[in-house]
């Protein structure tokens, strides 16, 4: 049985993530920081623990005798709510470091384009807000291309709370694309199955949908 051990799990894609995981009979280890999060991941089906990404002994403690064919998928971004602290950077290299100290090797890492490569696909408009985001996650994306995991690294644009359409597809072109959490949720999930997406980098987008900017007017 594959097993995940899943951060982020608890946001919209978490969501819709852990639920593809579990239909498909695998195994889920779902990180938390609440016990009403622990609650209703558990209702689903999943294994909870309660670890903060931005706590580093929290984070390997998760780590701990868990079979080293598990998969590790970060999904982890935003804002601490207690302390305001990012863990776009640092709770992402403390999961990747934990990977790495657990004898852990396959590492699915969810970030966003304007990351690496892909810098120059972010909209001058969204810059001042998403610019020093987008630079701490790729501050984060270079910590695991420096080390020996098995990765697996993508970058989604503009997302939305519909329904799944079933056209998302990745891409190792730079690409500013949109598309529903559902359908980036597939997205990981292929990657979980597929081998040969390990050492990529991809843009992932739903060429069937138009990136809709109308959203920045009201920040």
Known sequence: MTTVILFGATGKTGLALSKLIIKNDMELFAAVRTERDRKHLES??????????????????????????????????????????????????????????????????????????????LPDVVKPFLGPIAAEKTKAENVLRETDLDFTIIRPGQLTNDRATGSGMLTEECILGIMTREDLALMIMKCIRDDGTITKIYSVLDPSMKVDLSWINNK
């Open 44 to 121: 689903l089906g999943a294994n909870t623990f309660i670890a903060d990404a931005l706590h580093p002994h929290q984070v390997l403690e998760s780590m701990r005798n868990v079979n080293e064919r598990s998969i590790v998928i970060s999904l982890v971004g935003g804002s601490s709510k207690g302390t305001g602290v990012r863990a776009d950077y640092l709770g992402n290299k403390n999961i990747i470091e934990a990977a790495v100290t657990s004898g852990l090797k396959r590492f699915i890492f969810v970030t966003a384009i304007g990351s690496g490569e892909s810098k120059h696909e």
